[in-house]
């Protein structure tokens, strides 16, 4: 089945540095990614949609500038969550959508577990 | 009011019980409906994916979704301790897209 790779799985960083978490499409081409986030007992909310090649979409709330989007590859996306804080602490969970089944299910990452100290 | 609503639980059963899970939601244009079971620390995993109104059934796993009511359920027949987990609703307008999660309901079955 088609496998979506999420790295680091858990980083534990210092307030004020910047943190890139990677997503990757293992064996299918995803156009589009989402990123999600996930606070404890809460559910995944989306952050922003990943096109390749293109600007990301940032959901309402989301900040484009604290959050750097880039999916630079059919691949693979990367989320930079930049001079990091203790209240951005969460889950952070991508899923990628297959460019050659579109309308099927997203395939999801394992996620990463973010905590800022 | 929030798109989509899940009681968060805990709910707890015996190994073997009947297990009905359900999501309401306020927007009507919601077409595709899923559940995921997520382990803890663990990305979603896909169980039961169904397109607008009726019934659904994969091996011990029931959807339903009545579009009319704007309500979906997952029965979980027989079931056992490794089904232990929380369990997701998603749905969205077009399939493909971004999802809208419920809260997620946590089940425990005890042996």
């Known amino acids: 089945g088609a496998v979506v790779s999420q790295h680091p799985s858990w980083v534990i960083c210092k307030s004020g540095t910047s943190v890139k978490i990677e997503c990757r499409s293992l064996?299918?081409?995803?156009?589009?990614m989402f990123w999600y986030r996930q606070f404890p007992k809460q559910s995944l909310m989306l952050m922003a949609t990943?096109?390749?090649?293109?600007?990301?979409?940032?959901e309402q709330g989301v900040e484009k500038d604290k959050f750097l989007i880039n999916h630079a590859s059919l691949t693979l996306s990367t989320l930079t969550v930049t001079s990091a804080h203790p209240e951005d602490s969460s889950f952070y969970i991508c899923?990628?959508?297959?460019?050659?089944?579109?309308?099927?299910?997203?395939?999801f990452g394992d996620g990463t577990r973010l905590s800022i100290l | 009011q929030k798109e989509v609503e899940q009681d968060p639980g805990p709910l707890s059963v015996p190994e073997g019980a009947i297990v009905s899970l359900n999501c309401t939601y306020s927007?009507?244009?919601?077409?595709?409906f899923m559940w995921y079971r997520q382990y803890s620390r663990k990305g979603p995993e896909l169980l039961m994916y169904?397109?607008?109104?009726g019934n659904k059934e994969d091996g011990r796993f029931t959807a339903q979704v009545d579009k009319s009511s704007k309500y979906i359920s997952l029965f979980i027949r027989d079931s056992q301790p490794s089904d232990s987990a929380t369990y997701l609703c998603?749905?969205?307008?077009?399939?493909?897209?971004?999802?809208?999660f419920g809260k997620g309901t946590s089940l425990l079955v005890t042996p």
């Open positions: 899923s990628a959508r297959d460019r050659v089944e579109p309308n099927q299910p997203q395939h």
């Open positions: 064996d299918f081409q995803a156009t589009t």
């Open positions: 990943s096109n390749e090649g293109s600007k990301a979409t940032y």
């Open positions: 927007n009507s244009a919601f077409q595709y």
């Open positions: 169904t397109y607008s109104s």
């Open positions: 998603a749905m969205s307008r077009n399939s493909g897209y971004a999802l809208n």
